[in-house]
């Protein structure tokens, strides 16, 4: 089992794995300036943000219109050329690695917000629009575009897309796929298909939109996108509770939940990550306590305020050390920015950061925590935990230095139990983050082969050639 792999270059020096008339078609198809194959150009591209993890890719292809996109996939179906389609490049499961080199198609070229319209509740974007330019965008005419990774500022839309990305509002507003009304998608084969659309019912055909929604890249080029948006709550508020043990963290998320609150937010962070943020950020966390607990709403004011109370009264019941409510939105953010910045505090601990993303039933939360810190101390690991509490989502977290002898063995075979043990308590191995390259050993384990051979058999439909990103989502 290997789950992190450094993935030599397949072949020579970048570009020269292609032949050059198809170099020449793809320089004539999107200009000279937008096929990059220098190693200088292309080595950004040979890798996302997933540390262990690198592929070369032969060339890097920046198109700038739909029709673009169609004149590469037909020339690299007819040549066999792989082609791996990427956004920001920001995902954290090796999704964007040209692991069989050829092409990487880069879609950051096609940035605009197309239309936001507040009469018909949706905008319509190009692919490489970052999600926080949507969601400002949306904002300024007083609408809430939803979902909001931690990435918002860099990730695409057409990457949250393909990923189905969450972030800290999943639990009361959902995820990506929630938001997905249409798609302008490129097969691999050269042709453009239009799926749903502008309308909030449509159920004509196979709903392909959904299909596309988390394909990571495997079944057609995503190049512009419907999403739907809601009216932008009036007020929110933020409340942090500090509790003994993770456990009595999880027993107040159980218990908001079950008394009918649905919070906007509900994160957590363990005491490691408590302390590496506080040595980050200076917040004045607790760094005693084993458990901080977010919490926090959006809507009316009235609302806003009744719901925090509630949610402070319950954390204050189940035994938290100590509750504060934010008196402000300055405070909000400082406290909202605790848990954002989770991943740059531990990243500080050591060379190597392996951020993790497993999701358990809710109720079986902190069990999943109490085994995460059993495996980390048989496996002689430093790991720390955090995640959306209210998604039953974990984002654990293992950081070494790779000088250190087997340091990295002993992280993979820790995240191996973490996986299992998830799928054990009726889990998944992904919430958020995706399958990519990282977590292909144990897709199989978690569909089953009906599944996966089904899987197959859509992928041979959409791309008889093989060509996207091959060899991902269990192709
Ligand atoms: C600091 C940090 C915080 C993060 N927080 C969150 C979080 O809260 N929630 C969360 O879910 N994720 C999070 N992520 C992970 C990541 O940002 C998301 O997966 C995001 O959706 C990736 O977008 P991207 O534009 O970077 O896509 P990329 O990484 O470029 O690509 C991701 C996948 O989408 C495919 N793809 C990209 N563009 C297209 C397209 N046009 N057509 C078809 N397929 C395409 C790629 O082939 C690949 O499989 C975080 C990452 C970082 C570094």
Same mark, same amino acid.
């Given at each position: 089992m290997s789950a992190t792999t450094d993935l030599p270059p397949r072949r020579g020096p970048a570009g020269q794995g292609l032949p050059d008339d198809v170099l020449a078609e793809l320089r004539g198809i999107v200009g000279t300036a937008h096929v990059l194959t220098s190693d200088g150009d292309v080595e950004p591209f040979s890798r996302d943000a997933t540390p262990l993890f690198r592929a070369r890719p032969d060339a890097v292809v920046l198109p700038a219109t739909t029709a673009e996109v169609s004149a590469v996939l037909t020339l690299a179906t007819r040549r066999g050329v792989p082609v791996v389609p990427r956004g920001a490049g920001s995902n954290l499961s090796a999704a964007?690695?040209?692991?069989?080199?050829?092409?990487?198609?880069?879609?950051?070229?096609?940035n605009r917000v197309l239309e936001v319209s507040s009469a018909e509740l949706l905008a319509v974007v190009q692919a490489g629009t970052t999600t926080a330019t949507l969601g400002d965008t949306a904002a300024a005419q007083g609408l809430l575009y939803a979902p909001d990774p931690g990435s918002r500022t860099v990730s695409t839309v057409a990457g949250n897309v393909a990923m189905c990305a969450g972030g800290l509002r999943?639990?009361?507003?959902?995820?990506?796929?929630?938001?997905?009304?249409?798609?302008?998608?490129?097969?691999?084969?050269?042709? /453009?298909?239009?799926?749903?659309?502008?309308?909030?019912?449509d159920v004509a055909g196979y709903d392909l939109t959904r299909l596309l929604t988390g394909?990571?890249?495997?079944?057609?080029?995503?190049? +512009?996108?419907? /999403?739907?948006?809601?009216?932008?709550?009036?007020?929110?508020?933020?409340?942090?509770?500090y509790f003994g043990t993770l456990a009595d963290a999880g027993r107040a998320v159980d218990q908001i939940i079950s008394d009918g609150v649905l919070p906007a937010t509900l994160e957590f962070l363990d005491r490691r990550c408590i302390n590496a943020v506080e040595d980050f950020a200076k917040l004045g966390l607790d760094r005693d306590a084993g458990a901080l607990l977010l919490f926090g709403d959006d809507?009316?004011?009235?609302?806003?305020?009744?719901?925090?109370?509630?949610?402070?009264?319950?954390?204050?019941?189940?035994?938290?050390?100590?509750?504060?409510?934010a008196r402000d939105i300055a405070e909000s953010d400082?406290?909202?920015?605790?848990?954002?910045?989770?991943?740059?505090?531990?990243?500080?601990?050591?060379?190597?950061?392996?951020? +993790?993303?497993?999701?358990?039933?809710?109720?079986?939360l902190a069990e999943m925590v109490d085994r995460i810190d059993a495996i980390a101390t048989r496996n002689d690991v430093v790991c720390a935990?955090?995640?959306?509490?209210g998604d039953g989502n974990l984002h654990p977290t293992i950081v070494f230095d790779p000088t250190d002898g087997d340091a990295r063995v002993r992280? +993979?075979?820790?995240?191996?139990?973490?996986?299992?043990?998830?799928?054990?308590?009726?889990?998944?191995?992904?919430?958020?983050?995706?399958?990519?390259?990282?977590?292909?050993?144990?897709?199989? +384990?978690?569909?089953?082969?009906?599944?996966?051979?089904?899987?197959r058999r859509l992928k041979q439909a959409f791309d008889p050639a093989g060509i996207l990103n091959p060899g991902k989502l269990g192709s």
């Open positions: 964007t690695l040209a692991e069989q080199g050829g092409i990487v198609l880069v879609l950051t070229r096609m999943g639990l009361k507003y959902g995820v990506t796929r929630n938001y997905v009304l249409g798609l302008e998608a490129v097969l691999p084969t050269g042709e /453009v298909i239009r799926t749903g659309g502008r309308l909030w019912k394909s990571e890249g495997t079944l057609a080029v995503i190049t +512009e996108i419907t /999403v739907a948006l809601l009216p932008l709550p009036r007020t929110s508020g933020t409340g942090v509770a809507g009316a004011p009235d609302v806003v305020t009744g719901s925090l109370r509630r949610m402070a009264d319950t954390c204050q019941a189940v035994g938290a050390r100590d509750v504060t409510l400082a406290l909202l920015a605790a848990r954002r910045c989770s991943l740059p505090a531990l990243a500080r601990l050591a060379p190597i950061t392996m951020l +993790e993303d497993v999701t358990v039933p809710r109720p079986k935990t955090f995640g959306h509490a992280a +993979e075979a820790a995240f191996d139990e973490v996986f299992r043990t998830a799928m054990a308590l009726g889990g998944t191995i992904t919430g958020e983050h995706g399958v990519g390259a990282a977590k292909r050993p144990w897709l199989a +384990e978690r569909l089953g082969a009906d599944q996966i051979a089904l899987l």
